[in-house]
Structure formats: structure tokens, C-alpha cells
């Protein structure tokens, strides 16, 4: 099937892009790139009851602007509902940017990230509103999701009332760098934490009289790490990674306030990922033993010890569609139509797919045109993005 049948305003699309990330939204605050959205969708013809915000922010647990922006367009022929997603927000990194086009990129001015993760996806959306209507293309019930804070831990997706997706049975999330690249599985992650209360002691005069917070942490990284439970993890019973993010003390300020005082308080969060739940689970508490452990290594004169008090919570599920169930093959043969070869991934990092997953609603992550994200040298490849309009064009119209 040739490109054309699947028909895209290249200029408006890329010029939408332009616009989208010049307009600043980091996670928590995208109530300016919700309403410019909202204003391109009515302007090309859909109507205001159509469009919609939820509640999700006020349960997410971090101040966040606004709910996540849902539009419902009725089929034009018969079919089960779709949903196209992509979330509103970007990494921090991306404030103040100041986007420009060189040749067929867009860029930032090498200060911040560009936020092509996920204005691409943005635009993608909003292109695909455009092309339907423009050229009166018949399509099954869409509705499409534009999540809030995904990158601060996919809360969006998370705190989202599944019956409001309509009843989609597929879905297909915008948030990659190829738009041939189907993202049809990714890994779960739990978060851990662990607060060390030791005991202060002049580290000159007296310090066997202390209980130093800052050394039964370090050994009990010492100890997750003998024990196989740190970075790329590999047992007879599953693999995953993991990582410590954070060793410091209260408030974000550093563990101690002196050299010359034994730390009494020490604080750690780290992550554990795995293609399964229970594994991911299990190397959280491969570390809680390792703080234990280090915990009876530590003590002062009297034989006392710290109090530690290890946690652990799911930050987001796991999931796997395998390469031969609906959405995937769906995805697949739009791929093809466009001429284009498609490959399966697995994700190593999570995914707004992961929760519209447990919601009930299969989902594939396509790309974009998005490359090095997250960093100063992030640049959107703009027949990539096309390529990614034309696909989400495909799978909306496709039989």
C-alpha cells in the first residue's frame, strides 16, 4: 500500500512540532501544553464536549496542574474503540528551552533538553485528529490520552480511571525514536528506601560511643552487591537490574554536618527492575537483607545498634504482549503498509504502557523521531516524526 493513502500535512505537522516544544511544561506543569493542544484540536474541528480533563491529580502525590487530557472522537465506521496516547510533560532538564530548526532536525540552543520526549508524541496526536478530519478518512471510535507527570513516575497512567478510555480494546502509545520500532513489552520496577537512625559521637574523642548511620549504609551496599543484588542482577530464578539513587540525609541535605561527628542519620533510595513482579520484588528484598546484615555489624561500646527501616513499593507493573496477539499484529501490518520493516523490543524502563496494560487496554509504544533524550544534545529527526504521523494514521484506519 503506497504512503499516500494514509495522506499528512508535512508542513502543518512539522511546524505544530516546532511550536509544541518551544512551549515549556516539566512534569507537574503542563497546563500551557494541555491548552495549546486543546486549542489546535478545536480549531481543526473538534468540539469542546469532546474534550475533557480527569482527576488523576488529585491523587497523584506531588502537585501536578492539571488531570490528564482525554478527547473522544465517534467512529465514521464500524469498530472497536482505539486509544492513541502520549504523555504532556517532560524532564526538567527541558526548562527554558529555546527549540529551532536545522535542516531536518529540531534542536535546543545546547543549554537543555529539547523535550522531544514527548511534544513528538504531542503533535503526533493532534496530527491525527488533523489528518482524519482534513481528508474525511473512515475510523473506528478513538479516544486519545494525553497523560500528566509520566516522567516522575508514570502517575498519570497510574491514577487513571480505566472507564474513562471508553472501552478501547488496543492501544497505541506514542513515546519512541522509530516509528518501526514496536515497543511490545517492558519491565516492572520497584522502588525501595531505607532510613538509618545511628547515634552521634565526637569522632576525635569518642567515637566507639557512636552509631554511624553513614557506615552501616555504605556496608550494606557493600553486602547487596556481594550478595549479586546490584546493578545487572542475574539469579537461576530470574534477572533484573537495580541501582542506588540517592544516599543522603534529611530533607535532601547530606548524610552528617561535620568530620568531626559520627553521622546519626543516613537516608537511600534505590531501584529494582525485572521483567517480573515477584522478581523485582525479590531483589528489593535482597538489599532489605543486606541492611540487616549491616545493620549487626555496626555498633557502639555497649553493643548497641542503628534502627534501620527498609521499604519497598511498586512503581509500576511489568508487561509483555508477546509479538503475535491483536494490537501487536495490527500494529505490525500498518508498519508494513508503509512500506516499512517492523521489529519488536522489549523496554528495559517503563512506559505509560505498562499501566494502560493493567488498566485492561493492550498497548503498543511507537517512535517518533525522538533521539538522546533526556540530555543536552536531545534533537527530533523530522521525516522520522513524519514517519510517526503517518503510522499513527495507518493504525486508525486500517481494517
Same mark, same amino acid.
Given at each position: 500500500m503506497r504512503a499516500e493513502a494514509f495522506p499528512v500535512d508535512t508542513a502543518s505537522a512539522e511546524d505544530r512540532l516546532l511550536r509544541y516544544v518551544?512551549?515549556?511544561?516539566?512534569?507537574?506543569? %503542563?497546563?500551557?501544553?494541555?491548552?495549546?493542544?486543546?486549542?489546535?484540536?478545536? *480549531?481543526? @474541528?473538534?468540539? *469542546?464536549?469532546?474534550?475533557?480533563?480527569?482527576?488523576?491529580?488529585?491523587?497523584?502525590?506531588? #502537585?501536578?496542574?492539571?488531570?490528564?487530557?482525554?478527547?473522544? +472522537?465517534? @467512529?465514521?465506521?464500524?469498530? #472497536?474503540? +482505539?486509544?492513541?496516547?502520549?504523555?504532556?510533560? =517532560?524532564?526538567?532538564?527541558? *526548562? @527554558?528551552?529555546?527549540?529551532?530548526?536545522?535542516g531536518?532536525?529540531?534542536?535546543?540552543d545546547g543549554t537543555t533538553a529539547l523535550g522531544g520526549d514527548n511534544r513528538t508524541g504531542c503533535a503526533v496526536l493532534v496530527t491525527l485528529v488533523e489528518s482524519l478530519l482534513k481528508n474525511d478518512l473512515p475510523h473506528p471510535p478513538l479516544t486519545l490520552l494525553f497523560t500528566v507527570r509520566e516522567e516522575s513516575g508514570l502517575h498519570g497512567a497510574r491514577e487513571l480511571n480505566a472507564a474513562d478510555l471508553g472501552g478501547a480494546v488496543m492501544g497505541f502509545n506514542?513515546?519512541?525514536?522509530? *516509528?518501526?520500532?514496536?515497543?511490545?513489552?517492558?519491565?516492572?520496577?520497584?522502588?525501595? %528506601?531505607a532510613e538509618i537512625v545511628g547515634k552521634a559521637a565526637h569522632a576525635g574523642v569518642a567515637p566507639h560511643k557512636g552509631i554511624s548511620a553513614t557506615l552501616v549504609g555504605a556496608i550494606a551496599l557493600a553486602e547487596a552487591a556481594e550478595a549479586g543484588w546490584f546493578g545487572k542482577v542475574v539469579k537461576d530464578n530470574g534477572h533484573g537490574t537495580s541501582n542506588i539513587g540517592i544516599f543522603g540525609g534529611k530533607n535532601g541535605k547530606p548524610a552528617g554536618d561535620a568530620t568531626n561527628v559520627v553521622t546519626d542519620y543516613a537516608y537511600l533510595r534505590g531501584e529494582a527492575r525485572a521483567p517480573e513482579a515477584a522478581f523485582a520484588a525479590e531483589i528489593a528484598e535482597g538489599y532489605a537483607s543486606a541492611f540487616a546484615r549491616a545493620r549487626a555489624k555496626v555498633t557502639d561500646d555497649a553493643g548497641e545498634t542503628a534502627r534501620v527501616d527498609f521499604s519497598h513499593v511498586t512503581a509500576y507493573p511489568p508487561f509483555n504482549l508477546g509479538e503475535d496477539g491483536p494490537v501487536v499484529a495490527h500494529a505490525r501490518a500498518a508498519v508494513e503498509a508503509l512500506g516499512m520493516t517492523p521489529t519488536c523490543l522489549f523496554s528495559n524502563?517503563? +512506559?505509560?504502557?505498562?499501566?494502560?496494560?493493567?488498566? @485492561?487496554? #493492550?498497548?503498543? =509504544?511507537?517512535?517518533?523521531?525522538?533521539?538522546?533524550?533526556?540530555?543536552?544534545?536531545?534533537?527530533?529527526?523530522? #521525516?522520522?516524526?513524519?514517519?510517526?504521523?503517518? +503510522?499513527?494514521? $495507518?493504525? $486508525?484506519t486500517l481494517a
Open positions: 518551544g512551549i515549556e511544561g516539566v512534569t507537574g506543569e %503542563e497546563a500551557a501544553i494541555a491548552e495549546a493542544i486543546v486549542a489546535d484540536l478545536e *480549531a481543526i @474541528g473538534v468540539p *469542546a464536549d469532546a474534550i475533557r480533563y480527569d482527576d488523576a491529580n488529585s491523587r497523584i502525590p506531588l #502537585p501536578t496542574q492539571t488531570g490528564n487530557l482525554i478527547v473522544d +472522537l465517534p @467512529g465514521t465506521k464500524p469498530g #472497536p474503540r +482505539l486509544l492513541f496516547s502520549t504523555h504532556l510533560d =517532560t524532564v526538567p532538564l527541558c *526548562a @527554558g528551552v529555546k527549540p529551532s530548526r536545522q531536518d532536525r529540531i534542536v535546543s506514542v513515546d519512541g525514536k522509530l *516509528a518501526s520500532e514496536l515497543i511490545v513489552g517492558a519491565v516492572g520496577q520497584e522502588n525501595w %528506601e524502563g517503563g +512506559l505509560d504502557a505498562n499501566w494502560l496494560v493493567k488498566h @485492561g487496554v #493492550p498497548a503498543v =509504544t511507537i517512535g517518533a523521531g525522538q533521539y538522546e533524550i533526556h540530555t543536552i544534545h536531545e534533537y527530533v529527526d523530522l #521525516p522520522e516524526y513524519v514517519k510517526g504521523c503517518r +503510522l499513527a494514521v $495507518a493504525l $486508525a
